[in-house]
């Protein structure tokens, strides 16, 4: 048996492909058993030593928190609601000036201050 154990051959790899292979990781080029394949790593815990050695943000013991509703999503959604809203309301500021306008031609043609009289109640015919 000891003989076996000296037959196998060990591999040590630089830091620089290390460094390389954590960098794909990272990215998203690779996942950790695609790059045991490629660079013929026998064991995925090799990888995964690597990315806790040279990683900046897969280390063990992190948190990656991914919601659906970030804060970026969230302030566009606002600023859209808000450019709706605005535009909402300059039709509506259109509409009372028109309004405006026409209740000022009908005081002039028919000669009563519909101003005035608009909030006055009907009086009662006996």
Known sequence: ?????????????S???????????????????????IFEIKSPQTVYNWL???????????????????VDKRLK???A???ELEAALGRKQLEADL???I????SEEYKVDLKKSFGAR?????
């Open 1 to 13: 048996m000891g003989q076996k154990e000296s037959l196998r051959r060990q591999r040590v790899f």
């Open 15 to 37: 830091e620089t492909l290390r460094k390389e292979v954590v960098k794909q990781i990272e990215s998203g080029e690779l996942r950790v058993y695609q790059a045991c394949r």
């Open 52 to 70: 806790n050695k040279y990683s900046r943000t897969l280390k063990t013991q992190t948190r990656i928190v991914v919601e659906n509703n970030s």
């Open 77 to 79: 959604e606002l600023e």
């Open 81 to 83: 609601r808000t450019k």
């Open 99 to 101: 309004y405006r306008h």
């Open 103 to 106: 209740v000022d031609l009908a």
């Open 122 to 126: 009907a009086s009662k015919g006996k």
